[in-house]
């Protein structure tokens, strides 16, 4: 269970543009975000979509929970990126640091562009991140789910199973949890090993149990059934356009910049960023054209 006053990370429906839209145009437009950080190594372009996202996710009403994940995620991604790329990478010329031989990683030296070309994945990898935090908060879980029907109807409903007991599991696994520290002589003492392993079991063994009574209700129901349900069609709103057009917007742009090479960046052997008009004009487009259909509030009631 998440602490009381804490912001928690999941669906929850908000008076925003992005929540009247449908969960697949949702999805979509986070995975431009998010396709548009993997297609592009430049350190001001990612400063501009991380922007993007925090921004999104504040206009969505969703910014407490991205907030959330940026302070919990931040640091160990950074620290691990740059860590494991300082020790591995030979290629930077700029040392400022020599570490000897360390047997099997051989001769040890640290140098200005392995740490900036771990700052940058760390970057792309964070941004790509809270895109899909923002997308667990705004898109609706069953119409995500619902969309796939037609395609995979059992694997529509292996993955709606899995998201709804997931938590459910989570909320055993801390009763149980509370219920052990409440014993006598366990207060005030940190759980061991055999405390966690006995939760764990009594979770795992009420999944099961909880499992065999789920496939039984399904098969009562008729799920098992090869028919198909009828597909549903609903018009489209013009938020779902706007949004649709969004994500174009910013996949188009970060396909260009890819194929042009207009946003270069090189790690190695020396770190190479230029700053050139169409870089900033790229980086200030980028979040016009995802934040603008945020604008556009009509029919979202307060």
């Not at 009562?220 to 013009?238: E, F, I, N, T």
């Amino acid at each position: 269970m998440s602490a009381p006053g804490r912001p928690r990370i999941a669906y929850r429906r908000r008076a925003s543009p992005l929540h009247a839209t449908r969960g697949t145009v949702v999805g979509a437009y986070c995975a431009a975000i998010s396709v548009a950080a993997l297609m592009t190594e430049h350190p001001l372009l990612l400063g501009s979509l991380l922007a993007t996202v925090l921004c999104a996710g504040a206009a969505a009403g969703d910014g407490p929970q991205l907030l959330r994940a940026l302070r919990r995620s931040a640091i160990p991604l950074f620290a691990l990126s740059v860590a494991v790329n300082l020790l591995v990478s030979r290629q930077g010329l700029t040392v400022f640091a020599r570490l000897g031989d360390w047997g099997a990683l051989g001769q040890v030296n640290l140098t200005l562009e392995a740490l900036v070309c771990g700052a940058v994945f760390a970057l792309r990898l964070l941004v790509v991140g809270l895109a899909c935090v923002l997308a667990v908060c705004a898109a609706d879980p069953d119409q995500l789910l619902g969309s796939f029907r037609r395609l995979s109807p059992r694997v529509a409903l292996s993955a709606t199973l899995a998201l709804r007991l997931v938590p459910v599991l989570a909320a055993d696994a801390s009763r149980l949890a509370e219920a052990q520290r409440c014993r006598p002589g366990a207060r005030g003492r940190s759980p061991g090993a055999r405390e966690r392993l006995a939760v764990l079991r009594a979770t795992v063994a009420g999944a099961l149990e909880r499992s065999l009574d789920v496939a039984a209700v399904l098969e009562m129901r008729g799920y098992p059934s090869p028919r198909r349900a009828a597909r549903k069609l609903g018009a489209r709103s013009r938020h779902d356009l706007a949004f649709a057009a969004s994500a174009g917007g910013i996949a188009l742009a970060a396909l260009a910049c890819a194929l042009d090479g207009v946003a270069r960046f090189h790690a190695y052997p020396l770190v190479s960023a230029p700053l050139d008009p169409a870089v900033v004009a790229l980086a200030l487009a980028l979040p016009a054209i995802a934040l603008a259909p945020f604008l556009d509030r009509a029919g979202i009631e307060p």
